[in-house]
């Protein structure tokens, strides 16, 4: 590695937009470590990056568990002298009515896209304070912006890690660390494949039925039209790739014309014009 090559990191590369972010990364010439919490999912960026000769490598990264998070850390650190670059890109979706979610579920979904992307930047932040540099790019959501019916604890989550985001730039910036969040609107992942439905939205006889049926057409038309996850990373790149990167970068059509909509619209004509759309 040269001295003046960048390390960064990407949690939950197994696939979407951590695998292709770590790709992207190193295809750029970034030193990049693609953590991940099961390794033989690694396989193929391995494959890939021995073919076009990347300086990729897979390391055992679980969100939800500090030994993990200490552990993999520490072996990058110990092994690159630093990290520029820290991408908080895992996670998951819960879809159900928020009546219908057991506790647990919702402790669970915290447990990753919100307290995971607390432990990892906590690990992460006393190197780039000592190094008087580094970008944490949080993967948010468009879904970190407004909110919709079998969301809401989703979109909890990623109002969370913005509202953390916003606050923390205003910490880190004196040490020369930049936040920025990444809000993707939908892509083609294995995101809504790997969501997690709550069993009492799928019962016909919940209250809830029809609203969470008028959701997934909803969502499936919507990912006909959906970005690719190259899009995301793409802009994951042009955010670490200026010194005076913004706080946010919108990733999709989709979300930048809701955004945009919201953007000139009270919260009670947003309210009616997204009811409309999903119904
Ligand atoms: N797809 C969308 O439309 C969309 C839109 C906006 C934002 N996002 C956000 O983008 C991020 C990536 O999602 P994606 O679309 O790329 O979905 P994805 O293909 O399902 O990827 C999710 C990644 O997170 C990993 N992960 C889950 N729990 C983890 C844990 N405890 N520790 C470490 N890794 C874990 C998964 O690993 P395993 O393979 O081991 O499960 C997988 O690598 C998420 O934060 C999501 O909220 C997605």
Not at 8 to 30: C, K, M, P
Not at 108 to 134: C, D, H, K, W
Not at 181 to 206: M, R, Y
Request: charged share 25%.
């Amino acid at each position: 590695m040269s001295e003046n090559q960048k390390v960064s990191v990407v949690t939950g590369s197994s696939s979407g937009i951590g695998y292709e972010t770590a790709l992207t990364l190193a295809r750029n010439g970034f030193e990049t470590y693609a953590t991940m919490r099961n390794t033989e999912k690694g396989v193929s960026l391995s494959s890939i990056a021995e073919k076009e000769d990347l300086s990729i490598k897979i390391v055992q990264l679980d969100v939800t568990d500090q030994n993990s998070v200490k552990n993999a850390v520490e072996k990058i650190h110990d092994e690159s002298g630093k990290i520029d670059i820290l991408i908080n890109n895992a996670g998951y979706g819960l879809v159900g009515a928020l009546e219908d979610i057991p506790m647990e579920e919702i402790k669970s979904q915290f447990e990753t896209n919100f307290y995971g992307l607390i432990r990892v930047t906590q690990a992460v932040l006393p190197i780039m304070r000592r190094q008087g540099s580094g970008k944490i790019v949080n993967i948010s959501s468009g879904a970190g912006r407004f909110g919709f019916p079998t969301g809401s604890i989703y979109v909890s989550t990623k109002f969370a890690v913005e509202g953390l985001s916003e606050s923390l730039a205003y910490e880190v910036e004196p040490f020369g660390i930049k936040i920025i969040l990444v809000e993707p609107g939908v892509i083609k992942t294995n995101f809504f494949n790997a969501s997690n439905t709550t069993k009492k939205s799928l019962n016909p006889d919940s209250p809830y039925f029809k609203v969470f049926q008028n959701m997934e057409s909803g969502f499936s038309k919507m990912l006909e039209n959906g970005s690719t996850p190259d899009l995301v990373a793409k802009t994951v790149l042009e955010a670490i790739s200026t010194d005076a990167p913004k706080l946010r970068y919108l990733a999709g059509n989709d979300v930048k014309q809701l955004l945009d909509g919201k953007k000139n619209m009270s919260d009670e004509d947003f309210f009616n014009m997204m009811k409309q759309n999903m119904s």
